[in-house]
T-cell receptor, first 110, second 115 residues
Framework: AQRVTQPEKLLSVFKGAPVELKCNYSYSGSPELFWYVQYSRQRLQLLLRHISRESIKGFTADLNKGETSFHLKKPFAQEEDSAMYYCALSHSGSARQLTFGSGTQLTVLP | GAGVSQSPSNKVTEKGKDVELRCDPISGHTALYWYRQSLGQGLEFLIYFQGNSAPDKSGLPSDRFSAERTGGSVSTLTIQRTQQEDSAVYLC?????????????FGSGTRLTVV
């Protein structure tokens, strides 16, 4: 069965410090992984997807199939990065529904 | 519309009552999904629509939950005989197609409180 694990419910870092939000998955096929972000009082929105191999707002995430991980990283955190972050795995069936992790609340301290 | 609209934004209902939650997806998006976000938990998949049909209802937690979609557009999630454990934020998302290169676009959700 598909499963996404985000081991940290809460994570606090100081402004300018590096940040890494951990995500591990279990999936028997070829995974398609995403990071979604929800800022305070805003709707859930896509941050990045592993297929694109892009950097959004300074964040990157590399899929490591050996470690079944898709950790989200940013070298220098900003206060505006404070938000709830969800890692998600897309199913391979026709619906392509997402299985989400439980989320990590990131707080960037001044 | 420009985004996914959900109504009402908040709903307080008494235990045992029925509720209807509405989702208006982005125009032209054929794939529509309902998720539930409970306190302290992640997002839980409920149901998926492709057009007006729901090929995947596997996530509906009980037979008190049902959903329909008409005209390939608006969807309604109905919860009958609500229970306190139904309290959650119900999110709707749409996508141009299930295999579309873009991710989902989520609505702002309906916060349901069963008292």
């Amino acid at each position: 069965a598909q499963r996404v694990t985000q081991p940290e419910k809460l994570l606090s870092v100081f402004k300018g410090a590096p940040v890494e939000l951990k995500c591990n998955y279990s999936y028997s096929g070829s995974p398609e992984l995403f990071w979604y972000v929800q800022y305070s009082r805003q709707r859930l929105q896509l941050l990045l997807r592993h297929i694109s191999r892009e950097s959004i707002k300074g964040f990157t995430a590399d899929l490591n199939k050996g470690e079944t991980s898709f950790h989200l990283k940013k070298p220098f955190a900003q206060e505006e990065d404070s938000a709830m972050y969800y890692c998600a795995l897309s199913h391979s069936g026709s619906a392509r529904q997402l299985t989400f992790g439980s989320g990590t609340q990131l707080t960037v301290l001044p | 519309g420009a985004g996914v609209s959900q109504s009402p934004s908040n709903k307080v209902t008494e235990k045992g009552k029925d509720v209807e939650l509405r989702c208006d997806p982005i125009s032209g998006h054929t794939a529509l999904y309902w998720y539930r976000q409970s306190l302290g938990q992640g997002l839980e998949f409920l149901i998926y629509f492709q057009g007006n049909s729901a090929p995947d209802k596997s996530g509906l937690p009980s037979d008190r939950f049902s959903a329909e979609r008409t005209g390939g557009s608006v969807s309604t999630l109905t919860i009958q005989r609500t229970q306190q454990e139904d309290s959650a934020v119900y999110l709707c998302a749409s996508r141009a197609s299930p295999a579309g290169v873009n991710g989902y676009t989520f609505g702002s959700g309906t916060r349901l409180t069963v008292v």
